[in-house]
């Protein structure tokens, strides 16, 4: 119907010679080389200066003493630092593990039933933590918290383990949503022609096609809980300390070169999962048509 | 056709999506029973209700009215995992994480079959369809064909009671398409398995099928075999459908009809009042225009495909026809645009249609 009235502008342009419409370039911006490298020294040198310095030999974080392992070991051998360590592994763990748990239920329950009343209420419910500042939350979470620990008396880490695994949430589910809504839903109704009771539809197909997002939503979840100062700062009970609030606490002191061991620990161990996952999921062929 | 039960039948079968005023009758009360064995096609074009049809079989979709009946058994309320039916989905719908072994056996995995049982069976399955060579390989490491195939032995390999097929050859190029059509024939003769084939494709409909059945607008017109539906085609619609055909429209007079221009074509049964006739083009006959029985008519053009030609004519009245000439080796070639010539209907060619 509209087709000659489409084509006519198109018509057009191709009827005026030299004049070709090119794509807006952001690289052919004037200094946009200068710009990204600037942009990439202050990302990164500052991280590769902190990396330096934890070989340091000697007590300080500025000036060059030579090249030493001292730091780590000092920071291994910390008594202090083992704790934190510990209590950190074991929070962003459970974690990682519950709130994936829950969000991939949250992300099946919010694409699979079809469209219903407050589908979008609940969709952003679960998504607002993202937005609401996290001191908000801390201070929200220490009134309850300060309430709960009146009642029962329980000291101990369950309370940094639940404020952890509630604030995961929404890390976790968003990349478990992606992957199912690319989903082929053909799939399901295939497994379901071919015998599958609902539940072995979703064991034997909807959650292997799913192990990618709910992979990448828990390495998600447990590196943003490694990583969490404000809100654990809240919630802890005395000798309570995370690493990162443990690091914190160091700054009201001398510093030494042991932070900078202990900082370039965590960007390791952060690092690590996520080239493994990186190249295992491309290693596979994509698993979706 | 030897079992007086159908293998799968649909009773009254109506299908709305949405509510109220807004609702599209996708299915509009459709009955129909396939004979065990049969090789039975869903034909008409795309959004007529073939898929649906195929979806309320499958258990995918529940009527709103009518009932399904597999074997004789009404199956209308089960879920799709307990009806004995497999489906070859259109988009082959194979899972991508699977090797092209593990596919095929997940059917009968689900039913709980024994693991030689399992085993045996989709080797012959993988043999069936010549892809034993990739039995470790995954979907996506296959060709289009090779896909196909192996939906169709995924399908297979339960020994479903009948196999759904949604326009399985859609996705494939005209050569690739011709091989499958003998395959799928080759197939469901060896395995014996009931098969209702869905295509908006009049003439793969007509190569492969033993009964067709003619859908439009979310009806089922016609059902019967493809000389049935080609030679004595009882709506317009279906006579427009399968292959290219002349309507006329006259008044019968008990054994013959009245044409506007005032001549007449004899009916093949008495009957009066309005009627609408179709005639084949392959099925007119040139002749000398003062010829008993022949209708006048101007050439207007011809085109010349081979084995005949095509020609096309304007009756007195305005009426444009279309006849099928056939090539005669040495003979004279068709008459040119603006001849007079005479058409005359083969015994038999007149066909009244219900409208
Ligand atoms: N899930 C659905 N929701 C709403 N309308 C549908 C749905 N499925 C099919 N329809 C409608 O039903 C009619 C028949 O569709 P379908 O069975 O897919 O046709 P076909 O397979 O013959 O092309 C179409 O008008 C289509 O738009
Ligand atoms: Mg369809």
Redesign the interface.
């Known amino acids: 119907m509209s087709e000659a009235a489409l084509s006519r502008p198109a018509m057009a342009a191709a009827a005026r010679p030299g004049r070709r419409v090119r794509p807006f370039s952001a690289t052919g911006l004037p200094g946009f080389t200068a710009v990204a490298v600037a942009v990439f020294l202050l990302l990164y040198l500052p991280i590769a200066a902190l990396i330096v310095y934890s070989f340091n030999a000697s007590n300080s974080i500025v000036n060059w003493g030579g090249f030493s392992l001292r730091w780590y070991e000092a920071a291994w051998n910390n008594r202090a630092v083992q704790d934190a360590a510990v209590r950190s592994l074991v929070i962003a763990t459970v974690a990682a593990l519950a709130s994936t748990a829950l969000a991939t239920l949250a992300a099946i329950g919010t694409t699979r039933q079809g469209r219903f009343r407050g589908r979008m209420a609940i969709w952003g419910t679960i998504n607002l933590p993202l937005m609401v500042p996290e001191i908000v939350t801390g201070v929200a979470l220490l009134i309850v918290f300060g309430q709960v620990r009146a009642w029962t008396g329980y000291q101990g880490l369950g309370y940094l383990m639940l404020a952890h695994t509630a604030f995961c949430i929404p890390f976790a589910y968003l990349p478990i949503r992606a992957r199912l809504e690319t989903m082929d839903r053909t799939l399901e109704t295939a497994a379901a022609d071919l015998y599958a009771s609902p539940w072995q539809a979703f064991r034997r197909v909807t959650l292997p096609l799913l192990a990618p997002g709910i992979a990448a939503g828990m390495m998600l979840a447990f590196v943003i809980s490694l990583d969490d100062v404000i809100i654990t700062e809240f919630v802890k009970s005395a000798g309570q300390d995370t690493l990162p609030t443990w690091m914190l606490g160091q700054f009201r002191r001398t510093l030494t070169p042991e932070v900078n061991a202990i900082s370039t620990a965590i960007l390791a161990l952060t690092l690590v999962p996520l080239t493994a996952f990186f190249l295992v999921t491309r290693r596979r062929p994509p698993t979706h048509r | 056709m030897s079992s007086p039960v159908p293998a799968v039948e649909a009773r009254s079968v109506v299908k709305l999506f949405g509510q109220g005023n807004a609702a599209v009758r996708a299915l509009d009360e459709v009955s129909v029973a396939v004979a065990a064995g049969e090789f039975f096609t869903l034909l008409g074009p795309s959004g007529c209700g073939k898929t649906t049809l195929l979806r309320c079989i499958?258990?995918?979709e529940t009527p709103t009215d009518g009932a399904i009946l597999l074997g004789g058994r009404d199956i209308t309320a089960e879920?799709?995992?307990?009806r004995r039916?497999?489906?070859v989905?259109q988009?082959y719908?194979?899972?991508?994480?699977l090797t092209v072994r593990e596919n095929v056996s997940?059917?009968l995995e689900?039913?709980g079959r024994p693991r030689a049982e399992i085993r045996d069976t989709t080797d012959r399955m993988l043999a069936l369809v010549q892809l034993d060579a990739m039995a470790d390989r995954?979907p996506?490491?296959l060709s289009g064909g090779q896909q196909q195939r192996v939906a169709l032995a995924?399908?297979l390999a339960?020994a479903p009671e009948v196999l759904l097929l949604d326009e399985p050859l859609s996705a494939l190029d005209l050569k690739l398409r011709k091989e499958m059509q003998a395959e799928l024939k080759r197939l469901q003769h060896e395995t014996g398995i009931t098969f209702v084939f869905v295509t908006h494709d009049q003439e793969e409909a007509l190569a492969m099928s033993d009964r067709i059945g003619v859908m439009s607008g979310g009806r089922l017109l016609q059902v019967g075999s493809p000389r049935d539906i080609y030679d004595r085609p009882a709506t317009r619609f279906v006579a427009d459908f399968i292959g290219e055909t002349n309507v006329l429209s006259g008044m019968a007079e008990g054994a013959v009809a009245r044409l506007p221009t005032g001549e007449t074509l004899a009916l093949p049964a008495a009957c009066s009042g309005p009627v609408t006739l179709a005639v084949r083009p392959e099925q007119l006959r040139l002749a000398p225009p003062w010829e008993d029985g022949a209708l006048r008519a101007t050439v207007t053009g011809a085109t010349y495909l081979g084995t005949d030609s095509r020609l096309r004519l304007r009756l007195a009245d305005g009426t444009e026809m279309v006849a099928r000439i056939p090539s005669v080796p040495g003979g004279e070639s068709v008459p040119a645009p603006g001849t007079e010539v005479g058409l005359a209907p083969v015994r038999g060619a007149v066909q009244v249609l219900a409208e």
Request: net charge positive.
């Open positions: 499958a258990g995918f879920p799709p995992n307990r039916v497999n489906t989905f988009s719908a194979l899972f991508p994480h997940f059917g689900m039913l995954r996506d490491a995924r399908a339960p």
